[in-house]
């Protein structure tokens, strides 16, 4: 049985294990990274990120050239099946795998497919198809991702009951859809499904949609998804689900039932921590498969880190590949460490939302004397050119120093919007201030004028 000797070996090729990998070796460490898949590219590549924004963009084409009058006058509406649409996000994912292999290629780092098992504190046993191997470390770094928590009272072999990654085998495109679970994933579906004319029923267990949202955008995408068709119904949970060959039934804790024509497990997730010989190193997951790690990543084992969704939150490929990328600086001593807490949230439902920043009840309840600038996206040239008028940004400034606390968007490209506040809240000092927006030129007509439009709106209600 062959063995081998790393500085850093990395457990998992999602975002955390990259943005690992790449920084230890870049510092001169020997590296290898360890991946049961047949590719790389974690769940982000293959059943989350990549392949949902993928559909959400080829829906989105779908809704623009069945509602612009330009593209009626050329021809009818067109109708496009879940699996026609599903294919151009697999060109995507071919892409995404290529390109991620050739950065370990390029930067000699040791790809070993496999499934690695802590044999103690500084080996690994490496089981492959047809291979059996032992890795020695210095350093480990666990980034084993996430899969979809499923409950064991649901059959998920159903061939109409899916989770967040069967869903992407789905090769009908159903008339009716419930989905259970109105988080992120949730949310993002119903808009996908709902774009492509399917009768979405959204349950959420909850009192209302992405609680961690500021209340207006909250209350913006229940509009927005209902008048999509979504059927949103809160403070609802699941009794039974009950599939059958022509459909499946839930029952609700409430008495209600609803009948549809597959069904959509989206309701948390669970780190993949089993079978990792966790216990022969002395590391216990959580109830939901996570690591407890320090403020520098490290778990209770001081050699052995953890990045990514496998420690928790937020559970984002942006804050995992930055984790991970954390977890090897700190390994390697350079002067990029940082604890990951400045996330912003990027949700790619129809429109999109991102955010940075407090919200206005954090802010009320923590009584800080903030303003608010806004802006409407039907307001703008830009938004009004391409037929996007959905939408606003929102900026939350502090009203005695003007200093940015909080930047909300709502509505076409806000993910790429919100970056540019969130570069001016990262400033220090009086750097960050509403000023730079007012004091600015911005190009015309852009949507990033919506922050000068934000700005002016806010600084009209100082008094």
Not at 44 to 60: D, E, N, Q, Y
Not at 210 to 233: K, P
């Amino acid at each position: 049985m062959a063995e081998h000797h790393y500085d850093v070996v990395v457990i998992g090729a999602g975002p955390s294990g990259e943005g690992a990998a790449m920084n230890a070796t870049k510092h001169g460490k020997r590296v290898a990274i360890i991946e049961d898949k047949p590719t790389v590219g974690g769940n982000c590549t293959h059943w989350g990120t990549i392949p949902s924004k993928a559909l959400r963009h080829s829906v989105k084409q779908i809704i623009t050239f069945n509602t612009n009058q330009m593209f009626r006058d050329i021809g009818e509406p067109r109708w496009f099946s879940f699996p026609r649409v599903l294919q151009n996000a697999q060109k995507v994912i071919g892409k995404q795998v290529k390109l991620r292999t050739q950065f370990y290629a390029r930067n000699r780092v040791d790809l070993i497919n496999g499934r690695a098992r802590f044999v103690d504190a500084n080996r690994l046993e490496i089981r492959g198809n047809k291979s059996h191997e032992t890795v020695r470390f210095k350093q480990a770094i666990i980034a084993t991702g996430s899969r979809p928590y499923l409950p064991p009272d649901v059959d998920f072999r159903h061939h109409r009951i899916y989770n967040s990654d069967t869903i992407l085998n789905l090769s009908h495109t159903p008339r009716t859809l419930i989905i259970y679970g109105a988080g992120v994933i949730g949310s993002e579906y119903a808009s996908i499904f709902a774009g492509l004319g399917v009768k979405v029923d959204l349950i959420n267990p909850g009192s209302r949609l992405l609680t961690f949202l500021d209340d207006e955008i909250s209350d913006a995408l229940s509009y927005h998804l209902r008048n999509n068709g979504v059927l949103v119904r809160h403070n609802e949970e699941y009794e039974s689900v009950d599939g059958d060959d022509h459909g499946i039934v839930l029952s609700l804790k409430s008495g209600k039932k609803i009948r549809a024509d597959a069904f959509l497990w989206c309701n948390g997730r669970s780190g993949n921590t089993e079978n990792l010989g966790l216990e022969n190193i002395g590391l216990t997951p959580n109830g939901r498969g996570q690591l407890a790690v320090d403020d520098h990543y490290r778990t209770e084992v001081g050699h052995i880190y953890a990045a990514g969704d496998v420690i928790g939150w937020p559970s984002l490929a942006s804050a995992a590949y930055d984790q991970g990328r954390s977890a090897s600086s700190d390994i390697v001593k350079d002067d990029y460490f940082r604890r990951v807490t400045d996330v912003p949230t990027g949700i790619y439902t129809l429109p999109e939302i991102s955010s940075v920043g407090k919200t206005e009840r954090e802010l009320t309840e923590a009584k800080v004397p903030y303003e608010v600038g806004q802006a409407f996206f039907k307001d703008l040239a830009r938004a009004q050119i391409t037929g996007d008028p959905v939408g606003m940004l929102k900026l939350l400034f502090h009203r005695e120093t003007r200093q940015l606390l909080g930047i909300h968007c709502f509505g076409d490209q806000a993910a790429e919007i919100v970056h540019i506040g969130q570069a001016i809240m990262n400033q220090e000092g009086e750097a960050n201030s509403l000023n730079y927006f007012i004091n600015t030129t911005f190009n015309y007509p852009t949507m990033a004028e919506a922050y000068r439009v934000a700005a002016l709106n806010g600084l009209n209600r100082i008094f």
